[in-house]
């Protein structure tokens, strides 16, 4: 994406430099840039927003017996479209009591902390925004940003419901972020890199037997439990049931954005789906083979080696797999409790991926 | 230890069983009726909106005065031996579909329908005036009513 980005950006600094009539300098190309970011946002957060919505409203009414949304546009396709408008027609209310900078800026946090997550993804041979070197560790770091506005909203709401949920958010990330992180390092030692796209190539060739989570075969001992570990942390990580606490409608009525309404709101609303995607992309980069299809088709010498739309197609299926499956699981569980939640990620996460990380290292060496 | 792992194995355990009892609902075809697309299925002896013969009603009023909210309005002119509906109006604001219009009526002409729904913007517009004869549920003589409700029906 990088790719095609650039010579867009710099055709859009030469066109305004000629426009305004001067010589292309920075200034052209940070505007060029912007606009670039914005529109790749666009077609990031649309369908993102747009498709995750819809998709997780007509999986609750299909759960329950019901429709779902089927009025507005073809079988409801629109309707998130309409919310959409209705949420920037709604009044913006900032009660007086807040703080009003902390609580303006809190929805920025956390839509930012959930959209950049997509930059490290690698999505195909040759598809990736930002092919970083640390992406595992970026990807981590932007989970604990999103965090931060979460617990902005909370604090600078000045309600006791904004207030109890962003305290139970701070409880919570304290105790899924040890397990997550430490089950991300599994693969990270496995593959002997912190790069996305190297976890992504280490596991080429091979077909399902090279992706990490059945490597070889015994490496699913290790695997299988950091996947999972990984997967729990990861639902807890996005506020997913059953790990909604900081939400909780059903006792403090929306939790940290009770305060928030029209766009604001939405903008906290967002997030949640992308950061879902994210981490599913996340996900299947570190145990499922990322781009690599389980026939071994797209590892090196395979038939489709570096064929950009069959790793494309094979991302979309993995990730889209785990979306639907967080989206499954949230109409399945009942909320945890808190000390609940404490028990599983202190008690039972931590213990066993401190053992999956000792095991991954043994059988690295062996 | 062995506790540990068996609440572990427990909630791996449940959490499958829950989501084999909710996913297989994503493949069953859902239970909603489409409303006013698709009418529901209305039992033979519904109380719905009146159907009423007006040729056979000699405005006798014993529905008007049975009716215990008084929300049928007769108006009548008497030519010759026989009376002429000016006006028969049940008042829908006011009907609490009680059917005990019909049992004291002489010649069972009003009857209780299957209808039930009935909309309207101001309250005027769900006032019904059966001795008009264009109102859809004012059959002529000869035609045959639909669903009249069995147990009226004393041959
Ligand atoms: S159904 Fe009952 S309330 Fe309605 S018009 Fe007849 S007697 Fe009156
Ligand atoms: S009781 Fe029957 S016949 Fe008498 S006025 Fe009412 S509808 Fe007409």
Redesign the interface.
Known sequence: MIAAAQPVSTAIADFLAELVGMPPNWFFSAIAMLLVATGVLMLVVTPVGLGGVYIERK?A???????GP?RVGPYGLLQTLADGVKLLAKEDIIAPSTDAPLFRLAPYVVFIGAFTGFVVLPYAPGIVAGPLDVGVLLFLALIAFETIGIVMAGWSSNNKWSLLGGMREVAQVVSYELPLGIAAMCPVIAAGTMSLNGITDYQGGGGIFGWLILRNGYWAVVMVPAF?IFYVSGLAAAKRAPFDLPEAESELVAGFHTEYSGMRFGMFFLPEYALMLSISGVTSVLFLGGYHDPFGLSGPGGTFHDVWWWGLLWFFLKTTFLFLSQI??R???PRMRIDQVMY?CY??LLP?SLACLVGTAALRLL | MKNWFARIWHGLKTTLIGLSITVPYLFRKPYTLQYPEEVPDIPETERGLHNFEIDKCIACYQCAKICPVDCIAIEDEIKGKNAVLLKFEIDYTKCLFCALCCEPCPTECILMGPTFDLVGYTRDEVIIDYADRENPRTWSAGEQIPYPIASFARK
């Open positions: 999986f009414g299909r759960m329950q017996n019901r429709r089927n999972l499954c699981l109409w399945t569980l599983l008690k039972v066993a």
